[in-house]
């Protein structure tokens, strides 16, 4: 079904580099969203529209759930909410519920620590599914809730454009990873609103109808040049990390020149166009969260260990695994020196809440 | 829902010692077990009684699937075979069918590797689900064929009289290993018989009612003292190697003494009593496969090898990683010293096909 295994970035296992170690960040927007999605199952969730009368399943997914420990904390939240529902709803008998619990990520994703580290005392039975959610996952209305946090931000690929290099813009030199430039940051959203998409239309198909998903999206604020915002200070800084390391002649310029980072952010404006154009789902809810790590996380160190944690793997399979700790340690150096700029543009980013509800056929 | 992670042997990864490389044994059962398969799927599913009306999805489970790839090749046989039923029934259509198949096996399984081997041009969802079958691991009715190959004679745990040695018999030095004493084979024998019928009751509430269960398993012949049996050969030798390592000094007599394998076998007789006494499965087929791998293994250097990719995880939990090569390379040599009698009983053994229906209420 799958053809297309993209690298994974999350570095695995639980050693300190690890993303289970570095999700600080993202564990915030967890706690965050926590009351709106217990609010969200007890408002919005219709059992009825949900025929669970005759299997009594109820399936949750979180897509990009790398390798824990955050997805289990958020999924815990969602069976709560949804056992609470049940008791309120008189016909309904939850002693007879079951839930079953996707985690999915893709192929290179560390399912096996995700696994040892299932929470022993869990009421749910707990599968792993790899593959991109920019396509199927799931049979046909299969999902009664859908969770997503932080993912929405990866592309499927990095654009075409890009890669090639044709157009006059786009190769020169080294300019593709800092995105300052006006085509290559329209490339990345083409491709960004190109892979969100094909993500409504694969859960539109595997979400039941009446289904609900809840996504925490990391988008940049309404209006904000792209490189104003935080994702694009990163790859600034990045970018002049890896390019005194190639003059230093310690990596080669051509490998400055082809690095690329499948990622990039949308305005809440645009991704509600997005959802709205689309169709398939209904917005319930829309609001900025209120992250409570949003300032711890603002050391220099702690978040030089957070992109390594994200980045990690794309470095290490672009240029090298000799070459991660010495680029790691230099792009600390350079978030330090620039430490400024880059917290004020830290506290503009807006962590997204966003209720989807599948509409009713 | 599971809490007990019982240590995996099977090795992982894709090695020279890995289960992926050292299965071609177990590979043949699934090419012999392969026409069984598919004439049961076409006589004995009944797409009425299975009520895929409403959801159209067809899962599938493969228990105790390790890393690949033998797996698939069993996975795939069956979807073929379902789907060829389907289009020999006038009332459906096949073409609105999907296929969910549950790759499930133990905690520490290979989950990264098997997700890696995946099949790419398959046309199913694949999902991985961690955990023991002797417990539940599917929601209620939600399975409608299960599949398990050369996986019921591990047992959940060493029987408890074994690791106690509190009755004479059981603690008089190394005597546990081998298993010819008497009261060692009947405390393996009941922990084996109660673990069969927890597969069984766990089983019965996951699978719907017309549901079909293909088991095969590897068995001693009816009326044979384990002891004559391959297994019985084997525990042997390894025994007697192990306390020629003792003596040498290279290892401890007391980790000797202490080491146990959680495995064991019974008779097709055995079994059958065991599932009529169980009551929740119809045996619609029961008989001997002719594993055309059977004479293809009988080398000594390849069956130490698949011993090693079977039984190296526990030797290596027991032992320490830095014995391994050494105990296996003593096991090898002791293999080539008895190989007649070895290459007799290897010939005895029943690789024993077994057809379930789940009985409808």
Redesign the interface.
């Given at each position: 079904?799958?053809?297309l295994?993209l690298s994974k970035p999350m570095v695995g296992g639980d050693g300190d580099h690890s993303y289970a170690k570095n999700s600080t960040y993202q564990g915030g927007a967890v706690d965050a969203a926590k009351s709106l999605i217990s609010e969200a199952i007890i408002e919005k969730l219709d059992l009825k529209t949900l025929e669970l009368d005759?299997?009594?399943?109820f399936r949750i997914v979180d897509l990009g759930c790398s390798s824990g420990p955050n997805t289990f904390f958020a999924v815990q939240n969602i069976i709560e909410a949804v056992e609470q529902k049940f008791l309120l709803s008189e016909q309904q008998n939850p002693s007879a519920l079951?839930f079953?619990v996707?985690f999915n990520d893709h192929?290179?994703n560390?399912?096996?620590t995700l696994?040892?580290s299932?929470p022993?005392s869990?009421?749910?039975?707990?599968?792993?599914?790899?593959?991109s959610f920019h396509g199927?996952?799931?049979?046909?209305?299969?999902i009664h809730f859908v969770h997503s946090s932080y993912t929405l931000h990866w592309l499927s690929k990095v654009p075409r454009e890009i890669v090639d290099g044709n157009s006059p813009s786009l190769n020169e030199g080294s300019v593709k990873c800092n995105r300052f430039v006006k085509e290559v940051i329209e490339a990345y959203s083409t491709q960004l609103k190109n892979d969100m998409e094909s993500f409504l239309n694969a859960r539109a198909q595997e979400v039941v109808h009446g289904g609900l998903m809840s996504l925490v999206i990391f988008a940049i604020p309404d209006g904000m040049p792209f490189a104003d915002t935080r994702p694009g200070v990163v790859f600034g800084i990045l970018h002049s990390c890896l390019t005194h390391l190639a003059k230093m002649g310690i990596i080669s310029e051509e490998k400055v020149t082809s690095f690329n980072v499948p990622m990039h952010n949308l305005t809440p404006k645009q991704l509600e166009a997005l959802i709205q154009t689309n169709g398939n789902f209904i917005i319930e809810r829309m609001e900025k969260l209120g992250n409570p790590k949003k300032h711890v996380l603002l050391s220099s160190k702690g978040f030089a260990s957070m992109m390594r944690a994200i980045l990690g793997g794309f470095i290490r399979e672009h240029f090298g695994n000799e070459f991660v700790d010495q680029i790691f340690d230099h792009f600390t150096t350079k978030i330090e020196e620039n430490y400024s700029i880059f917290r004020e543009k830290g506290l503009n980013m807006v962590d997204l809440f966003i209720l989807l509800k599948r509409v009713v056929s």
């Open positions: 079904m799958e053809n295994p005759t299997s009594k399943t079951e079953q996707f192929y290179d560390d399912f096996n696994f040892k299932l022993q869990r009421h749910y039975f707990a599968v792993g599914v790899p593959g199927r996952l799931f049979p046909n209305s299969s």
